[in-house]
Nanobody, 122 residues
Framework: QVRLVESGGGLVQAGGSLRLSCAAS????????MSWFRQSPGKEREFVAA????????YYADSVKGRSTISRDNAKNTVYLQMNSLKPEDTAVYYC???????????????WGQGTQVTVSS
């Protein structure tokens, strides 16, 4: 059974940084493209960032480009999202997701974590 467990969320002041982690219980983790999505109250879930199987390709939403970095450690079955210069509008529940098909913002993901709350105060 595949499980994705996010951690690293919390309360941070505007301008601060957080690093989110997503630990995956997938035997063939390196075969999975991984992504981060987020959802704020009253809004639809939106794509944040994605990374290919080997980490060679990354994709970012315009809203976080230049402020966030997605990375992965296949030896640790973990994907990360480093977020800098955080803004109040970054406040959301952040979810990691995985799929065996190509990385990117479009299309369904097979597996989802339970989410971690990120709150940015002004």
């Amino acid at each position: 059974q595949v499980r994705l467990v996010e951690s690293g969320g919390g309360l941070v002041q505007a301008g601060g940084s957080l690093r989110l982690s997503c630990a995956a219980s997938i035997r063939t983790f390196s075969n999975y493209a991984m992504s981060w999505f987020r959802q704020s109250p009253g809004k639809e879930r939106e794509f944040v960032a994605a990374i290919s199987w080997g980490g060679g390709s990354t994709y970012y939403a315009d809203s976080v480009k230049g402020r966030s970095t997605i990375s992965r450690d296949n030896a640790k079955n973990t994907v990360y999202l480093q977020m800098n210069s955080l803004k109040p509008e970054d406040t959301a529940v952040y979810y990691c997701a995985g799929r065996r098909s190509a990385a990117g913002p479009v299309g369904p993901y097979d597996y989802w974590g339970q989410g971690t709350q990120v709150t940015v105060s002004s």
